[in-house]
């Protein structure tokens, strides 16, 4: 009879000591900002390249249907892939401060999104609470060394802390004002 092993691979790793410091930081200073920057500019037709510090740009364009080029996602799809990324980082952040192996991290988005208004050019008379998203979900493939009520416990954790799922939540301040 031979021994039986289990080998599991896990995801590489944050560090866990520079987390704990971050985290001293914030609650030292829980009313520090950071700052994002990125610069859009527009090709022509619907198709945008943003630029975020020294990274390739970001692009994004409309598919056929909305009279794009169909040659990148569109901005709701974009916004769907922040929320996931901002997620899965909370998720490896919270494994990692208790401790968890994670072996597999994956997130599936869909949103339904309302554009009867056609941007403002002359579509449905719509209030901007009934325009973008009204409905987003998240489902959540997690593995890792903890029982799956502690992997659901480390989601909904980084769920509440998430950034960008509270930017979407919650109304945030913006102005929108021409360059000088």
């Not at 198709?47 to 990148?72: C, I, K």
């Not at 980082?89 to 401790?99: H, L, M, Q, S």
């Not at 579509?123 to 659901?152: C, H, N, T, W, Y």
Request: aromatic share 6%; net charge negative.
């Amino acid at each position: 009879m031979s021994d039986t092993k289990t080998v599991s691979t896990y995801l590489r790793p944050i560090d866990r000591t520079g987390l704990l410091g971050f985290a001293e930081k914030g609650r030292n200073n829980p009313d520090n900002f950071g700052t994002n920057k990125v610069h859009t500019v527009c090709e022509g037709q619907y198709r945008t390249l943003s630029y975020v510090g020294q990274h390739a740009p970001v692009v994004v364009d409309e598919p056929l249907h909305l009279f794009g080029q169909n040659t990148a996602p569109a901005p709701g799809e974009i916004v769907l892939s922040a929320l996931g990324g901002c997620l899965a980082v909370g998720i490896t952040a919270v494994a990692t401060y208790r401790e968890v192996k994670l072996s597999k991290l994956e997130l599936w988005l869909e949103g339904d999104i309302s554009n009867t208004a056609a941007w403002g050019a002359d579509g449905a008379d719509r209030k901007p609470e009934e325009m973008g998203f009204q409905r987003i979900r998240v489902k959540v493939a997690v593995e890792g060394d903890a029982s799956r009520e502690a992997l659901d416990a480390i989601v909904q954790h980084a769920n509440y802390f998430s950034p960008v799922a509270n930017t979407m939540r919650n109304p945030v301040p913006m102005t929108i004002s021409l360059a000088d």
